[in-house]
């Protein structure tokens, strides 16, 4: 299966990657991407960009370029076991989407239980459209109530190639589960490199043989269609232009 949507893309504005997003449009088109989603980390992440980066991004960001279409995100932070991210509201309205993670120099890893609250709770805000790498080891979930209330928010679950090539060590078993988990619940998912630099967009190897091991199904798989992913935002009322 060919998949043509990386969402989960980082450049040097995030303060920890490698290329700029001109160079991560043009490899995007190069490694056979037709959507890239351009997803900097929050403001609270050290060296992340600055909030008004965010509220600039649509009035400057073009909507395709060299032959890929462009969505304007973030990776937000959950901050507390509430699930507070750090973007205020005004800013989540003017973004495509939204993916909510946990990042421990953000919020200081807890129980099971407050881990899993912090994700659940996110899942109330109704601008959260994805989940970042929640099999990531150093905050243990319950999985099944998060794919659950998943199911419920019409959230996606991302199964983060990056954690699995070495960013979030112990990753792999807990990713499995949770697809598995989602194939069992008809949760939607979405193959994301989390890359850092341009040449790894585009590159779902892993992500994509855990797909494979459980046998998800095609229509649960986000980015294997432009239109998935564009028909999936616009429900939620964004994409107005596309």
């Known amino acids: ?8 893309t980082h450049s040097i504005v995030s303060g920890h990657a490698f290329t700029t997003l001109f160079e991560n ?6 490694n056979g991407i037709k959507v890239l989603g351009t997803s900097e980390h929050g403001p609270n992440m050290p060296g992340g960009p600055h909030i008004f ?10 909507r395709e370029l060299y032959g890929v279409t462009i969505l304007r995100g973030c990776e937000a932070n959950i901050i507390d076991y509430e699930g507070n991210i750090d973007l205020p509201e005004e800013t989540q ?7 909510a993670s946990l990042h421990d120099v953000c919020i200081t890893p807890g129980t ?10 996110v ?29 419920e928010a019409n959230v996606i ?15 792999k078993e807990n990713c499995i589960e949770i697809a598995k988990l989602c194939k069992k619940n008809g949760v939607k998912v979405i193959l994301s490199t989390d890359a ?26 986000i980015n294997n269609k432009e239109s998935k992913i564009f028909d999936y935002l616009k429900s939620k009322g964004k994409l107005i232009d596309i």
């Open 196 to 221: 850092h630099i341009s040449l790894k967009i585009g590159k779902f190897e892993k992500a994509q043989e855990i797909v494979e091991r459980v046998n998800m199904p095609e229509e649960l798989i």
């Open 123 to 151: 899942m109330d805000n109704e601008r959260i459209d994805i989940l970042g790498h929640l099999g990531n080891p150093a905050f243990p979930i319950n999985k099944e109530a998060v794919v659950k209330k998943a199911k």
């Open 157 to 171: 679950i991302e199964i983060n190639n990056g954690s699995l090539t070495g960013s979030r060590e112990g990753s």
């Open 112 to 121: 099971i239980e407050e881990n899993t609250r912090a994700v659940l709770k």
């Open 25 to 30: 449009i043009k490899q995007a088109g190069l």
């Open 93 to 99: 309205e003017k973004l495509d989407y939204i993916i």
């Open 1 to 8: 299966m060919k998949y043509i949507v990386d969402l989960h």
């Open 53 to 62: 980066y965010f509220g600039n991004m649509k009035k400057n960001i073009p």
